[in-house]
């Protein structure tokens, strides 16, 4: 089965500042990348997501990386806010449409600085 | 609420009683999946149906547990003799395999379960 590991485990970041999270996966099958945001008791809301025939996207602050010959895609938040604290996860997928099952990575726990 | 809805929020049980979860997927999506998730862990994948067809579950998934669809829609997940490795978070997602209605898959609320 897929093997997912991200890194770090924690990133603590000033507000306005920058963050990357790197995720590393061991499925070369694997054609889709998404990013779940999961605030303290909250569902994992997906915030980004990349498909294998893409090396880049960007949404306002967030934009998401792949290297798929490395097997790695990141996760960049720029002018980082408050609100952006959360645990984030990355969940690549084998299907290119991105509705089977997701393997979760271990998580990265966001803090931002005031 | 047109989102993913799932009952009961919370539920206390005591060990070796049966429970039964029930989530209402998006109306349009026709999958619809079930992850179990641990405190401080990412969420598991247990199983997914498209429809009423279970199209695959996890070796997580020990024979005290079922899950069906029995008309496409909603979906019940059942855990027979509960133990307290059993408590958790379990959440449940559904997706659309139309390329019109987008592919990515949207999480309820989740359920979490304690046994005591």
């Known amino acids: 089965g897929e093997n997912v590991e991200q890194h770090p485990s924690t990133l603590s970041v000033q507000e306005g500042d920058s963050a990357v999270i790197k995720c590393t996966y061991s499925?070369?099958?694997?054609?889709?990348f998404p990013w779940y945001k999961q605030e303290l008791g909250k569902r994992p809301q997906l915030i980004i997501d990349?498909?294998?025939?893409?090396g880049e996207k960007k949404d306002q602050r967030i934009a998401v990386t792949l290297n798929k010959t490395a097997k790695h895609f990141s996760l960049h938040i720029t002018e980082t806010q408050p609100e952006d604290s959360a645990v984030y996860f990355c969940?690549?997928?084998?299907?290119?449409?991105?509705?089977?099952?997701?393997?979760f990575g271990t998580g990265t726990r966001l803090t931002i600085i005031p | 609420d047109t989102g993913v809805s799932q009952d009961p929020r919370h539920k206390i049980t005591k060990r070796g009683q049966n429970v039964t979860f029930r989530c209402d997927p998006i109306?349009?999506?026709?999958?619809l999946y079930w992850y179990r998730q641990t405190l401080g862990q990412g969420p598991e994948f247990l199983t997914y149906?498209?429809?009423?067809?279970?199209?695959?579950k996890s070796r997580l998934l020990s024979d005290r547990f079922s899950a069906e669809r029995p008309k496409g829609s909603f979906s019940t997940l059942e855990i027979q003799r509960t133990e307290q490795g059993d408590s958790a978070m379990y959440l449940c997602?559904?997706?659309?395999?139309?390329?019109?209605?987008?592919?990515?898959?949207?999480f309820g609320p989740g359920t979490r379960l304690t046994v005591t």
């Open positions: 997602a559904s997706s659309s395999t139309q390329r019109t209605l987008g592919y990515e898959q949207y």
């Open positions: 499925d070369s099958a694997s054609n889709y």
């Open positions: 990349i498909r294998s025939n893409v």
């Open positions: 969940a690549p997928m084998g299907s290119n449409f991105g509705n089977e099952k997701l393997t």
């Open positions: 109306s349009e999506h026709n999958r």
């Open positions: 149906f498209q429809n009423e067809a279970q199209l695959e």
